[in-house]
């Protein structure tokens, strides 16, 4: 079974630009997860997505946002880059989220110059 | 507001010895505890759990003890092995709601 998959790998981008991430998950799984790493600051999480629907959100601003598609497939916005949103950019998918085990990708890792 | 926390950032053991890893936490809801292991440019792998009704949990060389009125738990590996090296977090968890992670501790193990 494939695992979680993130594209891209590697992002640069300059301030005020915007960027998607995107993020497939395990086959199956309804729950994806995304988490901003960095340094010092461990896994901040950011929204949880079930079913299409935003289910959880962490304590970010507004210019972070995301979606669901029917084939549970995930991306993430982020508008109006700051110097302070370079991090590891992490998805994690679960079957139906809660208390499942979260499955994660490799990450896409932002510069933002 | 880091309502999980592991205060060192990292650890230097001897192959053959025992790593232990510390997490804190503050929010006496959370029932639900994890361990995450991750290297570099990969994404954290699952590694262990433990319910808020038991204290122990153990698979192989790993045991995560949970102390709920200490709120703290830990990460026993028995013996430490070089590809052990990585960094390791800690998560916890309420029904239904969002994963807190700690900020992780990097595990050497010396060969």
């Known amino acids: 079974k494939a695992g979680v998959t993130q594209t891209p790998r590697y992002l640069i981008k300059t301030r005020g630009q915007q960027v998607t991430l995107s993020c497939s998950p395990i086959s199956g799984h309804r729950s994806v997860s995304w988490y901003q790493q960095t340094p010092g600051q461990g896994l901040q999480f950011l929204f949880e997505?079930?079913?299409?629907?935003?289910?959880n959100k962490g304590n970010f601003p507004g210019r972070f946002s995301g979606r669901q598609f029917s084939n549970s497939r995930s991306e993430m916005n982020v508008s109006t880059l700051e110097l302070g949103d370079s991090a590891l950019y992490l998805c994690?998918?679960?079957?139906?989220?809660?208390?499942?085990?979260?499955?994660f990708g490799a990450g896409t890792r932002l510069s933002v110059l | 507001d880091q309502q999980v926390k592991q205060n060192s950032p990292s650890l230097s053991v001897q192959e053959g010895r025992i790593s232990i890893l510390n997490c804190d936490y503050t929010n006496s809801m959370f029932d639900y505890f994890l361990w995450y292991k991750k290297y570099p440019a990969e994404g954290p792998t699952f590694l262990i759990s433990i319910s808020s009704i038991k204290d122990k949990n153990e698979d192989g060389r790993f045991t995560v003890f949970l102390n709920k009125s200490a709120k703290h738990l830990s990460l026993h590996i028995v013996p430490s092995q070089p590809g052990d090296s990585a960094v390791y977090f800690c998560a916890a968890t309420t029904t239904g709601n969002q994963f807190y992670f700690g900020t992780g501790t990097s595990l050497t193990v010396i060969p």
């Open positions: 997505y079930f079913s299409e629907t935003q289910r």
């Open positions: 994690a998918s679960s079957l139906v989220g809660g208390q499942d085990i979260q499955y």
